[in-house]
């Protein structure tokens, strides 16, 4: 059993960590979508891995859970511990230093608490490119990014947060550091523990620096905005798109004309360029490429061969970096929109690519048989994530349809399991999805995670109910 943070364990923490605890303000006890409110008995905000190291040992040695914070922008509850024995709250904010940038190697080495956008950022100065971006980049961090394994608008071309890192410093709950921040591709050395602690949302340790892969910056980009007739036309000029640019095609997005009609049902400025006759389906792309060649030519051959196959109805394409970017902000804009509107339920699904035509088509039918919802799909088409979120009749409230938010979950996840799918594929388990695991996950699978868990923490105090229960 854990205990609360009480006031021996406070002046314990003030003594070892001078400076580091911290006020705990309700912003730290806060998430995205106002699901939970979290509770913590103190906030420490080390800055140095060492103090991360002590703090978790005090953790420990008075059997009180630890909670990890970073940017606070995830969206499944990991980051917020609403009930059980008041925990520590522990800040890696304070630890941000980029520690190096090699870019004759393509890497980078960044503290924790780094931001997604200040990675970026460091990269570019060094005429780098560090891939890893959406929405809340100049908020989520890259400790908190690689707990989660998050994902993203690029993953198509240069993969997730775990693709994208090359080692990690931790700290294990025993308070042991493991020293990981190999610059190296390979590294056959026994059990690969970076990888372990990638996307275990700080039950197994705290990551608390990381090593980067970092690409050479594209010298020209060209973006498309693109009407298709359907899901299955997207997909079969998505792999138009892979013969025409081949690994060129950084992004491709999957947009329903629901989406943006949200943006103005939620009253944000922003504006389309398909004007009052929107379509139901819209594909955003990218294409990037180095050296000689031409994205702009080849966006073209796309947009031409995928018109004459009946892929493509209509097209833009950014004609400077401000329209580039203003395609991208309504991309980007959709879910505010839905924040603002209200879901009914969301989920955060990934399919095989050549199952999504058919998942769309029956989870539609299937959700129409509950009552009027409204369904906003969107996502990663290139890498087979969709974000597949339910909302009242215009002009109602959540509240009004809250009693339908558990069979359509049902319905979703149901219908995505048994197309091969994953009920959650890029944004965690956290506390939102422990049962959800528990119903779908493979029972092998869980039993050797627990085993893991009960090995690397057996006082259970990281993450309390986050991942597992």
Aim: aromatic share 4%; net charge negative.
């Amino acid at each position: 059993m854990l205990n609360p943070v009480d006031d021996a364990l406070i002046a314990r923490l003030e003594a070892a960590l001078p400076g580091a605890v911290r006020p705990v303000e309700p912003r730290h006890l806060e998430e995205p979508r106002g699901r939970w409110r979290g509770q913590a008995g103190v906030l420490v905000a080390p800055s140095s891995t060492e103090e991360v190291a002590a703090a978790i040992r005090h953790a420990g040695e008075a059997r009180v859970g630890v909670v990890p914070l970073g940017g606070g922008t995830g969206l499944v509850g990991g980051q917020v511990m609403p009930d059980g024995p008041a925990p520590m709250l522990l800040s890696l904010a304070r630890m941000a230093r980029i520690r190096g940038v090699h870019a004759d190697e393509n890497a980078l080495v960044a503290e924790a608490g780094a931001t997604l956008a200040e990675v970026q950022g460091a990269a570019e100065a060094e005429g780098r490119l560090f891939p890893l971006s959406y929405a809340s980049e100049g908020t989520a961090r890259i400790g908190g990014a690689l707990a989660v394994n998050s994902g993203g608008l690029n993953v198509l071309r240069y993969g997730t947060a775990r693709d994208l890192c090359l080692g990690i410093e931790a700290v294990l709950p025993d308070g042991q550091v493991l020293h990981g921040l190999k610059r190296l591709r390979k590294d056959n050395t026994g059990y690969d523990l970076r990888n372990l602690l990638i996307g275990s949302e700080g039950t197994l340790g705290v990551i608390t620096a990381a090593a980067l892969r970092l690409y050479p910056r594209p010298a020209r980009r060209a973006t498309a905005f693109l009407a298709v007739p359907g899901p299955a036309e997207a997909l079969a000029l998505l792999a138009r798109a892979g013969r025409v640019a081949g690994e060129a095609v950084s992004a491709f997005e999957l947009i329903s004309g629901q989406g943006l009609r949200f943006l103005g049902e939620a009253g944000l400025a922003v504006s389309h360029p398909f004007g009052a006759a929107l379509p139901d389906w819209l594909v955003l792309t990218e294409i990037a490429c180095s050296g000689a060649a031409d994205p702009g030519a080849l966006v073209e051959a796309l947009f031409e061969e995928g018109f004459a196959a009946g892929e493509v109805l209509d097209g833009h394409v950014a004609q400077s970096e401000a329209q580039r970017a203003a395609f991208w902000a309504l991309r980007e804009t959709i879910p505010e929109a839905n924040r603002r509107i209200g879901a009914v339920a969301s989920h955060d699904i990934a399919l095989p690519l050549s199952e999504i035509p058919g998942f769309l088509e029956e989870a539609g039918a299937r959700l129409a048989g509950l009552g009027p919802l409204r369904v906003n799909a969107f996502g990663h088409l290139g890498d087979g994530n969709l974000h597949y979120n339910q909302f009242p009749p215009a002009g109602e409230t959540r509240a009004a349809w809250a009693h339908l938010a558990a069979g359509a979950s049902r319905i979703v996840h149901d219908l995505t399991v048994a197309r091969g799918g994953s009920f959650s594929a890029e944004h965690g388990v956290g506390r939102l999805k422990v049962g959800d695991l528990e119903l779908y996950g493979d029972p092998a699978k869980l039993d050797a995670m627990r085993r893991i868990k009960a090995a690397l923490d057996p006082v259970g105090i990281m993450n309390p109910g986050a991942v597992l229960r």
